[in-house]
């Protein structure tokens, strides 16, 4: 996961040089599992997102795309060596989000814009054993487990900064972004070991289900500046 988290960053890194033409954004996101999902994964996921969205010209939609990662179960316990001795071994429980967007503006002033917004994507699940002492007496191990498709509606806000604290109220190029929305998922495979536990491999408490769940995002928008 943190390699994921490193990508995102760089991505949003490249953005910020000025290249971009459109609204780039960073978020932390809270997601809530629901039916099934929920009963088998008793964890609150938390994850970080990378957004990109291009702006129709003379009109109130935005386009583009989110990619994004969560982890919703972490144990770390010690793994006894043949040689003698042992090792800390920690293990992971995650998913990566990857998903079109389109979002309409249909409120907007100096201080802010309300949306509503559709979304089109998967959810991929997957799960890490490293040993955090390297040794070749253990071998790091990687694993998905499913993809599951979802579809999601929701909604939000964008606090314009300039919009709101300048006398003039000029528009700034930094925005906060507030919102949710709920994901219809299909079926699929993924995995969830509760905190103090230790697995023998990481096909140990897999479950298959329905993906449901909601997000909830809080986030900072880059460069969406254009007329009300």
């Known amino acids: 996961m943190k390699k994921l988290i490193c990508f995102l960053l760089l991505c949003l890194g490249h953005l910020s040089t000025g290249h971009a033409q459109g609204m780039y954004g960073f978020n932390v996101k809270v997601y809530?599992?629901?039916?099934?999902?929920?009963?088998?994964?008793?964890?609150?996921?938390v994850g970080i997102s990378f957004n990109y969205l291009h702006h129709i010209k003379d009109s109130k939609f935005t386009l583009g795309g989110e990619l994004g990662v969560a982890m919703y179960a972490n144990n770390q316990?010690?793994?006894?060596?043949?040689?003698?001795?042992?090792?800390?071994?920690?293990?992971?429980?995650?998913?990566?989000?990857?998903?079109?967007?389109?979002?309409?503006?249909?409120?907007?002033?100096?201080?802010?814009?309300?949306?509503?917004?559709?979304?089109?994507?998967?959810?991929?699940?997957?799960?890490?054993?490293?040993?955090?002492?390297?040794?070749?007496?253990?071998?790091?191990?990687?694993?998905?487990?499913?993809?599951?498709?979802?579809?999601?509606?929701?909604?939000?806000?964008?606090?314009?900064?300039?919009?709101?604290?300048?006398?003039?109220?000029?528009?700034?190029?930094?925005?906060?972004?507030?919102?949710?929305?709920?994901?219809?998922?299909?079926?699929t495979d993924y995995r969830y070991m509760a905190e103090g536990s230790q697995s023998l491999s990481l096909d140990d408490g897999t479950y298959k289900s329905v993906t449901?769940?909601?997000?909830?995002?809080i986030g900072i928008i880059f460069n969406p500046k254009w007329k009300n």
């Open 212 to 217: 449901n769940y909601i997000d909830y995002r």
């Open 77 to 187: 316990y010690d793994y006894a060596l043949s040689s003698g001795g042992s090792t800390i071994i920690d293990e992971e429980d995650c998913f990566w989000t990857l998903h079109g967007d389109a979002r309409y503006y249909f409120y907007q002033v100096p201080a802010m814009k309300a949306y509503a917004q559709g979304r089109v994507g998967m959810t991929t699940f997957f799960s890490s054993r490293i040993a955090l002492d390297p040794t070749p007496e253990f071998d790091d191990t990687f694993e998905f487990h499913g993809t599951a498709f979802n579809v999601g509606l929701g909604g939000g806000v964008l606090i314009n900064f300039g919009g709101l604290f300048n006398k003039d109220k000029t528009q700034g190029n930094v925005n906060l972004d507030l919102g949710a929305s709920v994901h219809s998922g299909s079926r």
């Open 32 to 45: 809530q599992t629901k039916g099934d999902f929920n009963k088998n994964v008793q964890a609150v996921p």
